[in-house]
Nanobody
Framework: QVQLVESGGGLVQAGGSVRLSCAAS????????MGWFRQAPGKEREFVAG????????RYSDSVKGRFTISRDNANKMMYLRMNILKAEGPAVYYC???????????????????WGRGTQVTVSS
């Protein structure tokens, strides 16, 4: 079983950048597809970005495509989300998640991910 811990959140001005990190322990990190999700107050959790186990393939939601970059470092069991040109959308909690299923592509559904971190909050102010 893998444990995930996010970090890097905080208060950021609109137009600015921030990098989130996800540290994994336990499990076989290099074998998992990984994803980032976010949830704003009063809204459902939504897919932001995902990455294949090798890191070669990535997938983004339309709302962040071109502004966010997901990456991973399998040797150090880390995943990252670089967020640029942030929009003043208020607070959201960003979660990292691991999909340990064999086969398949990057899932945009949170049900596809068995392991979750506790999240890190990002607030983008105007």
């Amino acid at each position: 079983q893998v444990q995930l811990v996010e970090s890097g959140g905080g208060l950021v001005q609109a137009g600015g950048s921030v990098r989130l990190s996800c540290a994994a322990s336990g499990g076989t990190f290099s074998g998992y597809r990984m994803g980032w999700f976010r949830q704003a107050p009063g809204k459902e959790r939504e897919f932001v970005a995902g990455i294949s186990s090798s890191g070669i393939t990535t997938r983004y939601s339309d709302s962040v495509k071109g502004r966010f970059t997901i990456s991973r470092d399998n040797a150090n069991k880390m995943m990252y989300l670089r967020m640029n040109i942030l929009k003043a959308e208020g607070p959201a909690v960003y979660y990292c998640a691991a999909d340990a299923r064999l086969g398949g592509g990057i899932s945009v559904r949170d049900l596809g991910y068995a392991y979750w971190g506790r999240g890190t909050q990002v607030t983008v102010s105007s």
